[in-house]
Nanobody
Framework: QVQLAESGGGLVLAGGSLRLSCAISGITSSNYAAGWFRQAPGREREFVAAISWGNRTYYTDSAKGRFTISRDNARNTLNLQMNSLKPEDTAVYFC?????????????????????WGQGTQVTVSS
């Protein structure tokens, strides 16, 4: 089975940094798109960052310049380096994978493009 597991969340002061990791297993494709989404209480799950099958990166405006998405194929991990964190970054962060290839037609932002999801890791940024 395909499994995704996020780690690295926690409590951090505004201006601090966190590095989230997503361990991915069970995907036979050697390359595929993957992304990070977040969901704050009472809000929709929103796109944060993605990396395409060709390693092109994409970011939501609020993440640009602060967050960096990367992939470590050797370790089958997806990472999200988050710097200069703000209280509004507080949310549960989810990683997602698209081995089917839906993102190629739909783009990387739609949640429905990703067939597999982790259970999330909490990121809390205090002011």
């Amino acid at each position: 089975q395909v499994q995704l597991a996020e780690s690295g969340g926690g409590l951090v002061l505004a201006g601090g940094s966190l590095r989230l990791s997503c361990a991915i297993s069970g995907i036979t494709s050697s390359n595929y798109a993957a992304g990070w989404f977040r969901q704050a209480p009472g809000r929709e799950r929103e796109f944060v960052a993605a990396i395409s099958w060709g390693n092109r990166t994409y970011y939501t405006d609020s993440a640009k310049g602060r967050f960096t998405i990367s992939r470590d194929n050797a370790r089958n991990t997806l990472n999200l380096q988050m710097n200069s964190l703000k209280p509004e970054d507080t949310a549960v962060y989810f990683c997602a994978a698209d081995p089917i290839g839906r993102t190629q037609a739909m783009g990387v932002m739609p949640r429905v493009a990703y067939a597999y999801w982790g259970q999330g890791t909490q990121v809390t940024v205090s002011s």
